[in-house]
């Protein structure tokens, strides 16, 4: 039977934050946009804390104030706490201009926010569509596609965008996927209402405004999340090497729970908690890929790299992707020449290589000497808060210019 043939100027596999950005931009340039999203939102998601550099992506794409009014929860800053030891990152203070605030979101309903204001700006959403094949071989791509009914039909495209995430569409069907530097690391997760008094506990300090990063006592590379949100819960997960998380026996929220409370202050924070939702688990989530555009298509955000979620970098990383494709997009539909790998994968992973920095120095444990330091210099202090503030392509700050040296310089002055 023959197969019905669409045609469509822009195709965009997956509508989550770089999908649905990517096609806000385009629809704002005038651009024909077709989403198709495997999954039916809300749905589930992790990646809750937000960096503000999002938020100058958000305005980009026309969606900055549906977010703002949507009511998530407010964020300025990080906490990191390691023992007894405890410093915070005010994002607002910090050496890169532009936005120093954010949100804590829960990423179903934010998701679902971005999904709809592409919908209202003019681009059309398939939900429970999923993508079968991609053919980039000859002059347009040609996609296969699945409908929620079980139809099957192809897509003729001007170009293709993989903002697919984690499902990571166009490296397995193009054999793009090449082995991540990173150690082969999970994380297990879950919503709790976490009912922590507003002002913390005695002896135990706490700030709702931003996202808490805890240590594990023993181990310099097992870690904590606690991202709070606006309804009186949380996000609360573990990440380690996997061969450690499997030394946790039982279900994946007893697991959870045994490795929050060997951390004293967790443990005093969380003791009135309902952990009401069971846990989940990932694992092996770090990828990489061996080209991040080719003929007809680029790979936005998890499609293209994941690095890890210590710096919730992931979906500022996603926008930024977006918003330097569809101004590649832009310039190709005025006539110019691009070079993607130039003017695309060169500028995106020279942020993306500032954080792997960062991740790779915050393992080792050379990066929590540093932000422990008790006798940082002010000015070496708001430039590092600018990265973990989401400011990673700013070269004005010389820890972005020169990363993995001025590191090692810190390090070594903080041991």
């Not at 100058?56 to 030891?85: I, S, T, W």
């Amino acid at each position: 039977m023959t197969q019905r043939l669409e045609h469509c100027d822009i195709l965009i596999i997956g509508a989550g934050p770089a999908g649905s950005v990517a096609a806000g931009i385009l629809r704002k340039q005038g651009r024909q946009v077709l989403v198709l999203e495997k999954e039916q939102f809300p749905r589930f998601s992790i990646g809750e804390s937000l960096l503000p550099q999002s938020m100058a992506y958000l305005d980009e794409a026309g969606m900055l104030q549906a977010v703002v009014e949507a009511g998530f929860q407010y964020k300025n800053g990080a906490a990191f706490v390691r023992g007894e030891r405890y410093t915070e990152f005010d994002f607002r203070d910090k050496h890169s201009q532009g936005w120093g605030t954010t949100y804590q979101v829960q990423r179903a309903r934010f998701d679902q926010v971005l999904a709809r204001e592409a919908e209202r700006m003019g681009a059309e959403l398939r939900f429970r569509h999923e993508v079968l094949a991609v053919d980039v071989s000859g002059e347009r791509p040609q996609v296969t596609a699945r409908s929620a009914g079980g139809e099957e039909y192809r897509i003729d495209a001007g170009f293709l965008l993989d903002a697919s995430g984690f499902a990571r569409i166009l490296p397995r069907l193009l054999d793009l996927e090449a082995p991540s530097t990173f150690p082969a690391r999970g994380a297990i997760f879950t919503h709790i209402e976490d009912r922590i008094p507003p002002a913390g506990l005695d002896g135990v300090r706490f700030d709702r405004n931003k996202i808490r990063i805890t240590t594990h006592p023993d181990h310099v590379d097992v870690w904590y999340w606690l991202i709070p949100f606006a309804d009186g819960r949380c996000s609360i997960g573990v990440v380690a090497k996997q061969e450690f998380l499997a030394q946790y026996q039982g279900s994946d929220t007893e697991r959870l729970q045994a490795l929050v409370f060997e951390d004293p202050a967790s443990r005093e924070l969380l003791k009135n908690a309902q952990w009401d939702t069971p846990a989940r688990q990932i694992v092996g989530y770090s990828s990489n890929v061996k080209s991040l555009a080719g003929k007809g298509y680029a790979l936005l955000g998890n499609a293209g790299e994941f690095l890890d979620p210590v710096f919730s970098s992931g979906v500022t990383i996603a926008f930024k992707s977006a918003s330097l494709a569809c101004a590649c997009l832009a310039r190709e539909h005025a006539g110019e020449t691009v070079d993607w790998q130039q003017d695309f994968a060169q500028p995106l992973k020279k942020g993306v290589d500032t954080f792997r920095a960062f991740v790779e120095s915050w393992y080792a444990g050379g990066f929590q000497q540093i932000i422990f330091f008790e006798n940082a210099q002010p000015d070496i202090r708001r430039r590092i808060c600018a990265i973990l503030a989401g400011y990673a392509w700013d070269d004005s700050n010389a820890y972005v210019r020169e990363t993995k040296r001025r590191l090692a310089t810190l390090e070594e002055l903080c041991a």
